[in-house]
């Protein structure tokens, strides 16, 4: 079986400008941060942005790298909204398309599926179809005729996603309370990159119960080991999330730092961590 | 929270006559015990529904109980035709049958979308196939953004959704592990819902890659050790294949097929 190690500047050299990124993860929670770094320090730019969105959205737009994001949320969770986000979404320029959380899950299951779309109540009767005229609706080929919003495939170029464990394969475990959609991420993207707490053996990482065995060799293409690699979101149970450097984050804009996290080198990051935390 | 009752009262209660009825399970937990009974109530009219009905199908079959089928794959595993089946497309005995044809894929999804609460499902299936010239209701849907032409089917929301699982608490919180095919669809996709068990339990232990199916999702719970066989359950007991093979000379033969109704079914009522 292939040796699947990278490192996060290879990963980020995977991207070419105007791809479609996928992000797992959840708010602030077990975001692949450090490989988010990696794409901020990276020539990329004008990428399509996918992701139940934290600070990887609010740090990727701060840097003027999306184009265009396709969200369920924006959230710091102990901070309601990304004050990073919410900068550039008031500014001209960035293009959003804001869908029900149901909606996003159905987008992401129809790549998955290699289906063009899937059918879903979700979104209907609200604003969503207003505020993103590209949405359709298809109408039931059989007797009750219903109408339902059409939601297109959410199909990835790339996928990132963080795990607790994994194996030099590709197979990966979390260890935490919610898997998030992160298999589902991998399942709908082209390249599928994991960064993961430890690196272990095959044999260590089947120890466990198989369920949280949530991704395998055959969704991955590349397996970086990355201790801290979410931080400063949470990575249930071997860290929690890095609540006053989170604050900082969110201060950035007003407190000098937002030059050092958004264009800083890896060393200027560890340095604020140090500062901060 | 589900009603726990014996197998017999659980039939009683809720499969009528007329229903649209689904008996789940791929090779593994298939409810024969479940099959037998419906046999013995003396059903009829039963639209049956299953993604490969295999022997216990043949004998609902036989027995009378069934005036139509759903599914997409018939036969014994292993072993050959299923001759009650056959007898009664080509011959009508012991009454006619309609059928009703799918794949695999689309049954599955089908089985979803009832589960969803959801009108059809979407797939890309049936294409280079005479599926859709035989089976009225497998349509093509044209998607809004591509143009592509894929399948649609139904949802499939049948009456009653019988599945067999290794054990349930006294709450009726049902636990099934193995090859679990689409039995949770099924139980979540139908108006009643019945689930035979190897055991009821004080407390369900966790298993790897169990389904849990919460005691509100199920009508009833019927304690049947054995409920299963010919088939298995993964953890209780093996599959029995000599008793597939042993079903051929006797599925082939309307007369050892109606003694072995009377010796094997209507006999063992109250054993």
């Avoid at chain 2, 849907?141 to 089917?153: D, H, N, Q, S």
């Avoid at chain 2, 819902?193 to 199916?213: K, M, Q, W």
Wanted: hydrophobic residues 40%; aromatic residues 8%.
């Amino acid at each position: 079986m292939r040796d699947k190690q990278c490192t996060a500047e290879e990963v980020a050299a995977e991207l070419r400008d105007g791809m479609t990124l996928g992000i797992g993860g959840w708010g602030s929670r077990r975001k692949p941060m450090a490989l988010v770094r990696a794409i901020l320090r990276s020539p990329v730019k004008n990428l399509r942005v996918v992701s139940y969105g934290g600070p990887d959205v609010g740090l990727l737009c701060a840097a003027g790298k999306v184009r265009e994001l396709v969200f369920g949320f924006v959230t710091l969770d102990s901070i309601p909204y990304d004050p990073l986000f919410r900068k550039a979404r008031e500014q001209e320029g960035l293009a959003v398309r804001e869908w029900d959380e149901g909606m996003f899950y159905a987008g992401l299951q129809a790549a998955a599926q290699r289906l063009p779309f899937l059918p879903i109540r979700a979104g209907l009767g609200s604003d969503v179809p207003r505020n993103d005229p590209a949405l359709r609706t298809v109408r039931s080929p059989y007797g009750d005729g219903e109408e339902l919003l059409a939601v297109p495939a959410l199909e990835l170029d790339v996928a990132l996603v963080h795990l607790n464990r994994a194996d030099k394969h590709g197979n990966a475990r979390y260890l935490g309370p919610d898997p998030y959609f992160d298999d589902l991420f991998c399942l709908a993207a082209k390249k599928r990159f994991v960064s993961c707490e430890r690196l272990v053996s095959t044999a260590e990482l089947a120890e466990g119960a198989p369920q949280t065995l949530l991704c395998n060799r055959t969704m991955v293409d590349g397996v970086v080991e990355i201790p801290r690699g979410a931080h400063f979101t949470s990575c249930a149970p071997d860290y929690g999330r890095d609540e006053k450097f989170q604050r900082a984050y969110a201060d950035a804009p007003q407190n000098g730092l937002l030059s050092r996290l958004v264009s800083g080198s890896e060393q200027d990051y560890q340095a604020v961590v140090q500062e901060v935390s | 929270m589900a009603m726990l009752l014996r197998l017999d009262e659980a039939i009683a209660e809720l499969v009528g006559d007329g229903d649209v009825v689904a008996l789940e399970g791929f090779t593994h937990l298939i409810p024969v015990a479940a099959g037998h009974e419906i046999i013995r109530a003396r059903r009829r009219d039963l639209t049956l529904c299953r993604m490969t009905p295999d022997i216990v199908y043949d004998q609902l079959i036989g027995a009378g109980c069934a005036r139509k089928l759903v599914f997409s794959w018939g036969g014994n595993p292993g072993v050959g035709s299923l001759h009650r089946f056959r007898d009664a497309v080509q011959h009508d005995w012991p009454v006619p049958l309609e059928i009703e044809e799918h794949s695999h894929a689309g049954m599955a999804n089908r089985y979803v979308a009832g589960a969803s609460g959801l009108p059809f499902a979407v797939l890309r299936g049936y294409l280079g196939t005479d599926l859709p010239a035989q089976t009225p209701n497998i349509k093509t849907i044209e998607c809004p953004f591509t143009g592509e032409r894929l399948a649609a089917v139904p949802a499939l929301n049948p009456d009653v959704g019988i599945v067999h699982a290794q054990r349930a608490d006294r709450a009726g919180n049902v636990q099934l592990w193995g090859i679990t095919g689409v039995q949770k669809e099924t139980v979540l996709a139908s108006a009643r819902s019945l689930v035979t068990v190897e055991e009821i339990v004080d407390e369900l232990e966790p298993v790897p890659g169990a389904i849990v199916l919460p005691g509100w999702a199920v009508t009833a719970v019927a304690h049947v050790p054995g409920g299963s066989h010919p088939s298995y359950a993964q953890g209780y007991s093996e599959r029995d294949n000599t008793a597939y093979q042993q079903w051929d000379p006797i599925g082939r033969d309307r007369e050892r097929f109606t003694e072995w109704l009377r010796a094997s079914v209507f006999e063992e009522a109250g054993a």
